[in-house]
């Protein structure tokens, strides 16, 4: 049943999305502080992505490519693996902490040493439990 809604309204969600993208500034973070930590704005976001990782949406869907005005975060989050790494902030880890995120997120092979580089030069302890919990595993 999930594989037929996927199939018939997924586009229409995407569509959906864009409509709540319209006024992002990508030139922006997309979030906001709150006592030093990440915070989302909105809930749009957070909620679409919880939903894109619990049906399994690959980041090579190429019906992700429809989405538009995203920023960075915005796009590591849906495109992971295949989204330009170079400009991840691990703060990034804290916006969604889900386990399933956390997890699939975490074999992306290259967030481990960016997020160990960034924890050496701004130690943040919410960031390095989530290391530790997620990156430090026995292959």
């Not at 997309?30 to 809930?43: A, I, K, L, Q």
């Not at 190429?62 to 790494?85: A, C, G, H, P, W």
């Not at 170079?86 to 074999?107: A, D, G, H, P």
């Amino acid at each position: 049943m999930l594989t037929i809604y996927n199939n018939m309204f997924f586009d229409n969600y995407l569509e959906f999305l864009n409509t709540l993208n319209v006024h992002n500034n990508i030139d922006s973070l997309g979030y906001s502080y709150r006592d030093g930590e990440p915070v989302f704005d909105n809930f749009s976001f957070y909620n679409a992505i919880l939903f894109l990782y619990h049906i399994d949406i690959k980041p090579a869907d190429v019906r992700l490519q429809k989405l538009k005005n995203l920023t960075d975060y915005m796009k590591f989050f849906i495109f992971r693996e295949k989204s330009d790494l170079s400009k991840f902030k691990s703060e990034w880890l804290l916006l969604i902490t889900r386990k399933y995120v956390q997890e699939r997120i975490s074999k992306i092979k290259p967030l481990k040493k960016i997020i160990e580089m960034e924890l050496k030069k701004d130690f943040n302890e919410e960031i390095a439990k989530i290391y530790t919990s997620y990156y430090l595993k026995i292959d």
